[in-house]
């Protein structure tokens, strides 16, 4: 019994300590959230995040506006981004603002090769 107590007290701890993730459920929660994640990373990393969320977010707009007429509402782009970020980490952020950047080089290129 005393082993299985013991199990259950280091699950509990080692599952409080994982990375911290965005909580994007509201925009309180993922105001909130991102500032936490912010003072726990130290700051190169923090600069990497904030412009990671910042890539993302420009992406997000970038391809409403490609959509011309079908452009998503204002609130459907907020939802998609909040979708989009919703539980990961600031790595995770990180590697997906990289894969965006890597997709749009990969598009760029094409577009120049075509031309």
Do not use: W, Y
Not at 13 to 40: N, R, V
């Amino acid at each position: 019994m005393k082993k299985l107590l013991a199990v259950g007290i280091l699950a509990l701890f080692l599952t409080g300590c994982g990375d911290l993730t965005l909580d994007a459920s509201t925009q309180e929660t993922l105001q909130t959230s991102m500032a936490k994640i912010q003072q726990s990373l130290p700051d190169a990393k923090r600069t990497e995040f904030t412009s990671a969320m910042s890539t993302i977010v420009e992406q997000q707009i970038s391809a409403a506006f490609v959509m011309g007429s079908n452009r998503p509402s204002n609130l459907e782009l907020e939802d998609r981004f909040r979708k989009l970020i919703h539980g990961k980490t600031a790595d995770e952020v990180i590697k997906e603002a990289a894969a965006m950047k890597a997709e749009e080089a990969k598009a760029k290129a094409n577009m120049d090769s075509i031309q």
